[in-house]
Structures are given as structure tokens and as C-alpha cells.
């Protein structure tokens, strides 16, 4: 299992970024994606997360109306497209996945996630 998260970069607060999490080694629509991240000094929080089952996507409040979770089944991947950034979104963002059933609220949990990809830096200067 290997998950590969790209796009991070430095943005102007306001800009837009759109992160990629290409996953092998597994089906890619047999499995829920999240999109975590982890500030300097902070926890890691759940970002999005995209379930397989019916492709329902949910969203911390704070990127609610920002953010917005895809799934691409052809190209493996998985987006994190990003927009009106601000600098309190600023971290490394990291994608993972999971084998074993979660309940939505289990999922918003990072200790849950046994697989992850090595994170990509997305810093938002103000």
C-alpha cells in the first residue's frame, strides 16, 4: 500500500492550491481517503475525507465553502482542491486511508488511519 501526496507550495492568502494523492497497491474506490494536517505545534486534524461506498465527501468546519475532496478511480488519485486559502492553513497535509470499517466520527480520528502517504508542505503567507 503507498500513497504519494503532491502539491503543496507557497500561496498568497486568498490563492489556491489543489493537493494530489495518487494511491497504489490497493483499490482506490474500495476504501475511504482523508486528507489530514498538522501545524507546527499542533495536533494532526482531519482536513476532508471522501468514503468509497457512495462517494460522500465531509469537511472540517474551518474549509467548509474553501475546500472540496475528489476522487479520480481511472488516474488512482485523490484532490484536495483548496481555495481562498488563508494562513491559518498553513501545514504539512497528509492523505491517508484505511482497511478496517470506521463510523464517520472514528474517522476524524488520525490514530484510526493506518495508512499514510509523506505529506506535502502548503504554507499561505499573509
Known amino acids: 500500500v503507498q500513497l504519494q501526496a503532491s502539491g503543496g507550495g507557497l500561496v498568497q492568502s486568498g490563492g489556491s492550491l489543489r493537493l494530489s494523492c495518487v494511491a497504489s497497491g490497493f483499490s482506490l474506490d474500495h476504501y475511504p481517503i482523508g486528507w489530514f494536517r498538522q501545524a507546527p505545534g499542533k495536533e494532526r486534524e482531519g482536513v476532508a475525507i471522501?468514503?468509497?461506498?457512495?462517494?460522500?465527501?465531509y469537511y472540517v468546519d474551518s474549509v467548509k465553502g474553501r475546500f472540496s475532496i475528489s476522487r479520480d478511480n481511472a488516474k488512482r488519485t485523490v484532490h484536495l482542491q483548496m481555495n481562498s486559502l488563508k494562513s491559518e492553513d498553513t501545514a504539512v497535509y497528509y492523505c491517508?486511508?484505511?482497511?478496517?470499517?470506521?463510523?464517520?466520527?472514528?474517522?476524524?480520528?488520525?490514530?484510526?488511519?493506518?495508512?499514510w502517504g509523506q505529506g506535502t508542505l502548503v504554507t499561505v503567507s499573509s
Open positions: 471522501i468514503k468509497s461506498s457512495d462517494g460522500s465527501t
Open positions: 491517508a486511508t484505511d482497511f478496517e470499517p470506521m463510523t464517520l466520527a472514528n474517522m476524524w480520528n488520525p490514530w484510526r488511519w493506518d495508512y
